[in-house]
């Protein structure tokens, strides 16, 4: 079986539920992985809208995830330091929290969740970019998940 990325309330080419978006509670869902290669030393997640605009949006980047974690829990708290080793990432909005969904009136945009498996925890503070850890994991990426779902407005 291969290293897979689900959720329970977000089916993959589903809907994302409303209590995940700026429309509703604006909370992070639950994240549940499988297959952990060999290995992992940490994980990464990083939360983009592709649809928005040529560089889209990130919505959410968390790093330094313990490599024996299985889930992100759902309602992860809005702290630089998440628990253990986890820490936030800064998103589009300049903040180091999860920021829902939230495509302009009237359109339906695609989300996708990216999970990295990564050899190493990564030697980056609390609210390193998409970028920097892009940069940082580059070496260390051991497999890649991903759950792609939509929201509209």
Request: hydrophobic share 35%.
């Amino acid at each position: 079986m291969p290293f897979t990325l689900t959720s329970p309330k977000i089916e993959e080419g589903g809907v994302i539920l409303r209590d995940f978006t700026c429309t509703g509670a604006n909370k992070s869902p639950q994240l549940d992985w499988t297959e952990t290669p060999v290995g992992t030393q940490s994980f990464a997640i990083v939360f983009n809208d592709p649809d928005a605009g040529s560089r889209g949006f990130v919505h959410w980047v968390v790093y330094n995830i313990p490599g024996d974690a299985r889930s992100m829990p759902a309602e992860v708290p809005a702290e630089p330091v998440i628990h253990d080793t986890a820490v936030h990432g800064s998103n589009g909005w300049g903040r180091m929290d999860y920021g829902g969904p939230c495509p302009p009136e009237g359109s339906t945009h695609n989300y996708v969740f990216t999970l990295h498996a990564l050899d190493a925890l990564l030697e980056l503070e609390p609210g390193a970019t998409k970028a920097e850890l892009e940069e940082a994991a580059r070496v260390h990426v051991l497999a890649t998940a991903t759950l792609t779902a939509s929201f509209s407005r």
